[in-house]
């Protein structure tokens, strides 16, 4: 058996893609700071990571109900995917994504910096604090 789970936050770099037309989607990239020795400098070196998030349905719906945008620093949960896709040259081109099933608005950017949002834990139900299913359990089983 193979567990597919990941919890990243980071703030979201600029204002997300959606479609409400049909089915609900949602895409945007989060920046995610990772610090790590670097041994040439023997100094502790922050790096960013690029992290690309996608949702639909009832997630989507909610996270643009929320008003995640730019700035907003958001805590997700969900799942590794990859996709395929075609570039300029013709050539193909494989990305990975995290397929968010659940988030935590850690702040949101109309609140700045300095001031703290209480977490809003938002499941696949979008009831909060589940997973979208009574068990609570992030693969639906």
Same mark, same amino acid.
């Given at each position: 058996?193979?567990?597919?789970?990941?919890?990243?936050?980071?703030?979201?770099?600029?204002?997300?893609?959606?479609?409400?037309?049909?089915?609900?989607?949602?895409?945007?990239?989060?920046?995610?700071?990772?610090?790590?020795?670097?041994?040439?400098?023997?100094?502790?070196? *922050?790096?960013?990571?690029? !992290?690309?998030?996608? =949702?639909?349905?009832?997630?989507?719906? &909610?996270?643009?109900?929320?008003? +995640? $945008?730019?700035?907003?620093?958001?805590?997700?949960?969900?799942?590794?995917?990859?996709?395929?896709?075609?570039?300029?040259?013709?050539?193909?081109?494989?990305?990975?994504?995290?397929? *968010?099933?659940?988030?935590? !608005?850690?702040?949101? =950017?109309?609140?700045?910096?300095?001031? &703290?949002?209480?977490?809003?834990? +938002? $499941?696949?139900?979008?009831?909060?604090?589940?997973?979208?299913?009574?068990?609570?359990?992030?693969?639906?089983?």
């Amino acid at each position: 058996m193979s567990i597919n789970f990941v919890q990243v936050d980071g703030n979201i770099t600029r204002e997300p893609r959606t479609d409400v037309t049909g089915y609900p989607k949602w895409s945007a990239t989060i920046a995610n700071p990772e610090v790590r020795w670097n041994t040439e400098t023997q100094q502790e070196t *922050v790096y960013t990571n690029w !992290i690309f998030l996608t =949702a639909a349905g009832a997630v989507a719906e &909610q996270l643009i109900n929320d008003g +995640v $945008g730019k700035g907003s620093k958001i805590l997700v949960r969900g799942s590794i995917g990859t996709y395929v896709k075609e570039d300029v040259s013709g050539g193909k081109e494989t990305k990975t994504q995290v397929n *968010v099933l659940g988030y935590d !608005i850690q702040r949101h =950017a109309s609140q700045g910096g300095s001031q &703290q949002q209480q977490p809003q834990t +938002v $499941g696949q139900s979008g009831n909060s604090g589940t997973w979208g299913n009574q068990g609570g359990d992030p693969s639906g089983g």
